[in-house]
C-alpha cells in the first residue's frame, strides 16, 4: 500500500486548462507544492462556462460530451470530489434523426463487450445490415495512414448513419481526412465496452461547475497557489534543465528540486519550447446556444445527420447545437448562423420554425488540432530533453483525439513522469493518495 507523502521542491503548472488541473490536482494529492499559473483571469482553458448577459445566463463556450467510459476523465471528477456535480448518468441509449427522410433511431449498446445486440435488427442503425457493423472490424487493423472514409465503406447507410457523425464528432475532423486509429481507440473505449462505457455523463449546471471550480477548490485545500493573469513569456534552460520562468518580466527561478508542466495549447508550447514540433492545423467547432424552454421529456442528447447541426442538447432554458469540423459555415455571419442552424432544432425536436429564438453563436476557430494522420505525427510525447521539464495536454501523444479524456490523461501522465523522478518524504490524506494512485493507474494503463 502506498503511503502518503509530502515533497519539498515545487511543481510549477502552467496553463489551467483540463491538462493542466489533472497535472495539479494528482500532484497536490501526493503532497507536492503546486503553483499553477493561467494567463487568463478564469481556468478552464477550452472547456469552461460563463454568463452570458444577452441570454441572461450561463452558457458553456461549447457543448462537451463525455461518457461513462471516458475512465480518466471520471478517475479526475472523483479525486476532485465533484460526481454529483453530473446529472444521474443517462441509459446508453443515444437518439438520432435523419433530416433527409426523418427517420429516428436509437443507438442503444447492451451490456457486456460482445455486441449480441446487433443480432436485433430492431437495434441497428435503420437500413444497416450485420454484415455493415461487421465492416468496422477493420478499425482494429488500421495503419496510422488510413482515413475513416478510405477504411470503412463510405457509401453504405451505416457509415452516414452512424460512423461518419461519430468521428466528425470524435475527431473534430471530416471523416474523409480523419485518422481511423484515433477513431479506433474511441470505440474501443466506449461502444467497444458495451452499454455501461457509454452512459452520457452531461454536468448538471455547466462544465466550469464539474471539472474547474472543484479543482481549483482541491487544490486550495491541498495548499496550492493559484496565480491568474500569469502569461508565461518565455523559458531559459541551462546544460539539460529549465533554469527560470519569465511571466511578462516576473521572473520566477526553478529551483534544483523544482520540475515544471508545460499545459498551454500546441501553437503556444511550440513557441516557447526550441525545438518542439506539435500540431499547426486547427479544426473549428460552432456551437449555438438558443434561450429556449424545451419540453421536459426533450432528450437531453440527440444526433442528427443530414442537417446543418450535428448534435442537440437539451439544457434547462437553453437548446444548445453543436457543429464539429465546422469550416465551412465558421465564417458566416452569427445571425446567419443563428437563423440558419434552428430549423434542425425544430424539426428534431417537433418545435415551431419561426420565430427564432435570442442565441449566442459561439465560434471556437482554434477548437482542436485537426485529428488526420499528419497531425497525428507532430504530437510530442510528455518527456522532454530537459530533465525537469513535461508537457501536457490534448495536443500530447494521448493515442486519443483532443478530448477531455485526452487532455486528463496527458495531466497525469506528466504529473506521474513528476512522480518517477522525485522521493516523497511525508504526509497527505491517505485516502485521497489511495484515489490519486488509482488514478495514476487507470490512467497509465490506458495510456500505455
Ligand atoms: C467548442 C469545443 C467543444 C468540445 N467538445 C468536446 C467534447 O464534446 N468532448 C470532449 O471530450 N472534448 C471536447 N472538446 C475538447 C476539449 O475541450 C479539449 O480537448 C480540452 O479542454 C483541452 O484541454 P487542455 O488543458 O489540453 O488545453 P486548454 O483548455 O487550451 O488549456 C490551456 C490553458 O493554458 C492557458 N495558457 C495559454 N497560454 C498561456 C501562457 N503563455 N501562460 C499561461 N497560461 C497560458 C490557456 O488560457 C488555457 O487555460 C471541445 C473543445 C471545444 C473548444
Known amino acids: 500500500m502506498i503511503t502518503a507523502e509530502r515533497n519539498t521542491g515545487r511543481a510549477h503548472v502552467i496553463g489551467a486548462g483540463l491538462a493542466g488541473l489533472a497535472a495539479s490536482v494528482e500532484l ?9 499559473y493561467e494567463s487568463s483571469q478564469q481556468a478552464g482553458g477550452r472547456c469552461r462556462s460563463y454568463f452570458d448577459s444577452e ?7 461549447g457543448n462537451h460530451l463525455l461518457l461513462s467510459g471516458n475512465v480518466s476523465a471520471l478517475a479526475y471528477v472523483d479525486l476532485i470530489g465533484a460526481r454529483d456535480t453530473f446529472q444521474p448518468p443517462g441509459a446508453a441509449a443515444i437518439p438520432f434523426v435523419d433530416l433527409a427522410d426523418n427517420a429516428r433511431w436509437t443507438v442503444r449498446p447492451a451490456a457486456g463487450r460482445i455486441p449480441w445486440w446487433l443480432f436485433a435488427a430492431d437495434r441497428r442503425v435503420p437500413g444497416a445490415r450485420l454484415r ?15 482515413t475513416v ?6 457509401r453504405d447507410v451505416l457509415y452516414r448513419r452512424l460512423w461518419e457523425p461519430l468521428a466528425v464528432a470524435a475527431l473534430n475532423t471530416a471523416a474523409a481526412d480523419g485518422a481511423a486509429r484515433l477513431l479506433a ?3 474501443a473505449e466506449t461502444l467497444g465496452r458495451g452499454a455501461a462505457a457509454c452512459r452520457p455523463m452531461l454536468p ?3 462544465l466550469s461547475e464539474s471539472f474547474v471550480d472543484p479543482a481549483l477548490r482541491f487544490l486550495r485545500q491541498h495548499g496550492g497557489d493559484i496565480r491568474f493573469g500569469a502569461r508565461l513569456r518565455s523559458l531559459d534552460f541551462a546544460d539539460r534543465r529549465l533554469t527560470s520562468l519569465d511571466f511578462d518580466g516576473d521572473r520566477v527561478t526553478v529551483h534544483p528540486d523544482d520540475t515544471v508542466i508545460l499545459a498551454v495549447p500546441a501553437s503556444i508550447a511550440g513557441r516557447l519550447v526550441p525545438g518542439l514540433m506539435v500540431p499547426d492545423d486547427y479544426a473549428p467547432i460552432v456551437n449555438a446556444h438558443y434561450r429556449y424552454d424545451l419540453p421536459a421529456d426533450a432528450p437531453r442528447l440527440t444526433g442528427i445527420v443530414g442537417g446543418t447541426a450535428e448534435w442537440v442538447f437539451a439544457k434547462p432554458g437553453i437548446a444548445s447545437v453543436t ?9 458566416q455571419p452569427a445571425a446567419e448562423l443563428r437563423d440558419a442552424l434552428w430549423p434542425d432544432v425544430a424539426m428534431v425536436l417537433s418545435l415551431p420554425p419561426l420565430p427564432v429564438p435570442l442565441a449566442r453563436i459561439v465560434k471556437e476557430r482554434r477548437a482542436t488540432f485537426r485529428a488526420t494522420s499528419a497531425q497525428e505525427a507532430r504530437r510530442p510525447v510528455a518527456a522532454t530533453q530537459w530533465n525537469n521539464l513535461h508537457l501536457a495536454g490534448d495536443y500530447t501523444a494521448t493515442g486519443l483525439p483532443a478530448t477531455i479524456e485526452g487532455a486528463i ?7 506521474f513522469h513528476v512522480h518517477q523522478g522525485r522521493t516523497p518524504q511525508a504526509a497527505s490524506s491517505t485516502a485521497t493518495v489511495t484515489r490519486s494512485t488509482a488514478h495514476f493507474r487507470d490512467c497509465l494503463r490506458t495510456l500505455s
Open 55 to 61: 441570454l441572461g445566463c450561463r452558457i458553456d463556450n
Open 409 to 415: 490523461r496527458s495531466g497525469v501522465a506528466a504529473a
Open 323 to 331: 457543429v464539429s469540423a465546422a469550416d465551412a459555415i465558421v465564417d
Open 28 to 36: 497536490a494529492a501526493r503532497g507536492y507544492p503546486v503553483v499553477l
Open 185 to 187: 481507440r474511441i470505440v
Open 132 to 146: 455493415d457493423y461487421l465492416r468496422a472490424l477493420k478499425l482494429w487493423r488500421a495503419t496510422p495512414e488510413d
Open 204 to 206: 448538471r449546471d455547466g
Open 149 to 154: 472514409a478510405g477504411l470503412l465503406d463510405a
